[in-house]
């Protein structure tokens, strides 16, 4: 199947810095999504970005498919922002994601 | 707004009940799934429906079933609950067929088996 990993896999901001996680995917694939997930364990959307670049505030995110990555870029980071960042792909036609193992991201004061 | 809603927040259960967990999603999605999460482990896929009455097993599918009895709602069954089922459990929907197919969970629900 598709392997998805994510980097780093830890991550310690000073607020106000700005980041880049990165998702790599094994294979073509059509759709990728990133997700947050707060403190209290829900998982938030927050880009569907199966190909080019989306921006929503202070975060943005770019996939290039034909290279099999995603990047997602977190500027101005405050301490909201802490919690653990996952992308997820869809890997077959029935549209079973496989997720990456997560960046788990603290800013810190 | 796309809504999928978990039964509980937090479940406190004992070794061998029958445990439902229930979730309902209000956008007439065809998909719906059950994940585990355990920390070092990530996000596993337990079970996956993809249509009224039917379903799929996932990666973790033993100690577990599923029912799919009406297409918003989707429950996860620990036929008898053992210690070693404690764990966050998240629920999902999607629409494949959509132009975004995108996923939308639920709020999880933390389960502690004694």
């Known amino acids: 199947g598709i392997q998805v990993e994510q980097s780093p896999p830890d991550l310690i901001l000073q607020e106000g810095a700005n980041s880049t996680l990165r998702c790599n995917f094994s294979d073509s694939v059509n759709n990728l999504q990133w997700f947050h997930q707060n403190p209290w364990g829900q998982l938030i959307n927050l880009f569907y970005?199966?190909?080019g670049t989306k921006q929503n505030g202070r975060l943005s995110a770019t996939t290039v498919a034909t290279e099999r990555y995603s990047l997602l870029y977190i500027s101005s980071s405050q301490t909201t922002d802490s919690g653990v960042y996952f992308c997820?792909?869809?890997?077959?036609?029935?549209?079973?994601?496989?997720f990456g193992a997560g960046t788990q991201v603290v800013v810190t004061p | 707004d796309v809504k999928v809603t978990q039964s509980s927040r937090y479940l406190v259960k004992r070794t061998g009940e029958k445990v439902f967990l229930e979730c309902v999603q209000d956008?007439?999605?065809?998909?719906m799934f059950w994940y585990r999460q355990d920390p070092g482990l990530g996000l596993r896929l337990i079970y996956f429906?993809?249509?009224?009455?039917?379903?799929e097993k996932g990666d973790i599918p033993e100690g577990y079933s599923v029912s799919r009895e009406k297409k918003e709602r989707f429950s996860l069954i620990l036929e008898s609950a053992s210690t070693n089922q404690t764990s966050m459990y998240l629920c999902?929907?999607?629409?494949?067929?959509?132009?975004?197919?995108?996923?939308?969970f639920g709020q999880g629900t933390r389960l502690t088996v004694v």
């Open positions: 970005i199966p190909s």
């Open positions: 956008m007439d999605h065809e998909n």
């Open positions: 999902a929907s999607s629409s494949p067929f959509e132009g975004t197919p995108e996923a939308f």
């Open positions: 429906s993809y249509d009224v009455k039917m379903k």
């Open positions: 997820a792909v869809i890997t077959d036609s029935w549209g079973k994601f496989q």
